[in-house]
């Protein structure tokens, strides 16, 4: 009997968590019963009930397995590592909110048997609107012109992964994980299926406006070289434009020496222009020497402070 291994990551999610639970066990007991399955929920040191009502569920359910981070590790590394825990023949991430419907994961498990190592799930519509939704386009929009590795549209992470792709992400060093661009970077057969997504049935999100920028900024940085290459070519366009503003500026005061003042606004705002430029050339080779740092330390994804209905 194929095992699945459907990983769920929680922060605060004591509203939802219950209903998550009994959704997939619904959908895998009518839809899949032919299946051997666990399901692993890693919390991020919530602040909530959250804990104490997954230690209720795994009581009474002995395919729930439960991590408990000792602190918050961030959106990107909890569910990475819980994923990497799996010992399923398929890994399949469900959000805590619902947001990714469980209702399809019979159609993504169909797709695998047809022999697709990959099955992703693509949003055809959200219930995003205004400048969230205007700023999450363009920014992917940014991230297929810049990079070099495929971008897939409307992709959060749902989807199923085979154990040879699992295995393929345990062989990585990645200590802060983008795992939209690992999915397509990795490669293996891949399938597609649309869904809609649904509205938060529970709580608000946990993902604060920083948490989005950070998370952008480390898809960019991590997938794409021309920031560096946008500042070199900055730099040799301000560097020539200076010398021929200086040039013209050195001229016109020879042939009308007495009619341009010296003065002191074009010094500064000379100045001013080029220290802004330094100081955007020097944020972003920041951001690419945080990320060797970050690899180069090997700190582990998360620290594990308990473990529940783990053998």
């Known amino acids: 009997m194929r095992r699945l291994s459907i990983v769920t990551p929680c922060f605060n999610e004591e509203g939802g968590i219950a209903a998550c639970h009994a959704a997939v066990r619904e959908v895998m007991a009518r839809e899949l019963p032919g299946y051997d399955y666990e399901h692993i929920f890693i919390d991020n040191a919530s602040t909530d009930r959250t804990v104490a009502l997954l230690r209720e569920i795994a009581a009474s359910d002995p395919r729930v397995k439960v991590i408990v981070n000792a602190r918050n590790f961030g959106p990107a590394r909890s569910p990475y590592h819980a994923m990497l825990q799996a010992s399923g023949d398929a890994v399949i991430p469900v959000l805590a909110d619902l947001q990714t419907p469980p209702e399809i994961i019979p159609e993504m498990v169909a797709a695998w048997e047809r022999g697709s190592k990959v099955v992703v799930a693509v949003r055809r519509g959200t219930a995003e609107a205004g400048f969230t939704k205007w700023a999450r386009d363009r920014f992917y929009r940014l991230m297929r012109a810049l990079s070099k590795i495929e971008q897939i549209p409307n992709f959060i992470g749902y989807g199923l992964y085979d154990r040879v792709f699992m295995e393929a992400l345990r062989g990585l060093n990645e200590p802060d994980p983008y795992f939209r661009g690992l999915v397509a ?33 480390l898809g960019l940085f991590s997938y794409s070289r021309a920031p560096l290459r946008l500042m070199t070519l900055a730099g040799i366009c301000v560097a020539s434009l200076s010398f021929l503003i200086g040039l013209v500026y050195l001229i016109a005061k020879l042939l009308f020496w007495y009619s341009i003042p010296a003065g002191t606004a074009p010094i500064l705002i000379a100045v001013f222009f ?26 582990p994804l998360v620290i594990e402070k308990e473990r529940i209905n783990y053998d």
């Open 274 to 299: 080029l220290g802004a430029v330094q100081i955007l050339a020097i944020g972003v080779v920041g951001e690419y020497v945080g990320l060797l740092l970050t690899y180069s330390r090997r700190f």
């Open 185 to 217: 970077e990795i490669g293996f057969e891949r399938a597609t299926i649309e869904y809609d997504q649904p509205p938060r049935r529970h709580g608000r999100s946990s993902y604060r406006f920083f948490d989005y920028v950070d998370y952008a900024f």
